[in-house]
């Protein structure tokens, strides 16, 4: 996908004169966002596409987060801008989501685009995580169509839009969270398993069905190694398909993020 992108990317710039290019906002800047940010400019840069930080700090006013996005939503060097989640606690996030130009949210948290994505219609930016998870799917050529999907865990930006994705491909889904009962026996039932719960190793091998396809969104940091939301070595021996963790959905965020841009770059043009 990376080479892909990068040959799609070269044949915009011929054409427009310009690389396709992502503005990151960034408020306050914690280890773990100054680290995922390095890797979107590592990604971008590497194939060729633009790449803009713009940082704030901590303290900053809602004017002055609002006139950020109002600056970048008029550049017109600018095709793709995403803000760097969690905001500080002074700073809503529905600010950034109503705010945003839906032509340029290509990590899809505006209003238009999570909506176009409920009904399934027009264009639309799904938000990247669950968009690569899908796209793994795809390029495995994993069968969707008529098979039960059972997701641990219903946040706005993996969960619930993974489950409408899923829903898009015809699967019968079944979205699951801390307070299900009985989730070992919903999780057994499914085909596909997805795991985005923000627990380490809470998917364990007695809880998925042989030969089940898991897709495992958990990042969890536990001393100095990265774990999942799956217990991956005995999930390993039960599973047909398995994401490790790290190196499996989350390299797909990136690359998403990329294709993402360079559609709406070439949409802009």
């Excluded at 800047?29 to 713009?54: C, N, T, W």
């Excluded at 098979?147 to 699951?176: D, E, Y």
């Excluded at 923000?198 to 190694?225: E, H, L, Q, Y």
Aim: glycine letters at 10%; aromatic letters at 4%; proline letters at 5%.
């Amino acid at each position: 996908m990376r080479r892909e992108i990068a040959e799609r990317a070269a044949a915009f710039s011929a054409q427009a004169g310009r690389q396709a290019t992502i503005a990151v906002v960034q408020v306050a800047a914690d280890p773990s966002s100054v680290a995922y940010v390095r890797q979107i400019e590592k990604s971008f840069v590497g194939a060729g596409m633009g790449f803009g930080l713009h940082s704030l700090p901590e303290a900053c006013t809602a004017d002055e987060l609002t006139g950020l996005i109002r600056q970048l939503n008029a550049d017109v060097g600018v095709d793709g801008v995403i803000v760097q989640m969690p905001l500080p606690k002074h700073l809503p996030q529905s600010l950034v989501a109503d705010l945003l130009d839906p032509a340029k949210d290509v990590d899809g948290i505006t209003s238009l685009n999570t909506g176009r994505l409920m009904q399934g219609l027009g264009d639309y930016f799904a938000p990247a995580t669950p968009a690569g998870g899908m796209e793994l799917l795809r390029r495995y050529q994993i069968p969707l169509r008529g098979k039960r999907a059972v997701l641990v865990g219903r946040s706005n930006v993996v969960g619930r839009p993974m489950a409408l994705l899923l829903l898009h491909q015809n699967a019968t889904v079944t979205i699951c969270h801390s307070h299900t009962a009985e989730l070992s026996e919903l999780t057994r039932q499914a085909d596909v398993l997805v795991a985005a719960i923000g627990k380490a190793g809470m998917i364990t091998a007695d809880m998925v069905k042989p030969g089940a396809v898991v897709i495992d969104f958990g990042v969890n940091m536990v001393g100095d190694r990265m774990l999942g939301d799956v217990e991956s070595e005995g999930v390993a021996q039960v599973a047909g398909y398995l994401t490790p963790v790290p190196g499996g959905t989350g390299p797909m965020t990136n690359v998403m993020l990329m294709l993402n841009t360079l559609m709406a770059a070439e949409r802009l043009l």
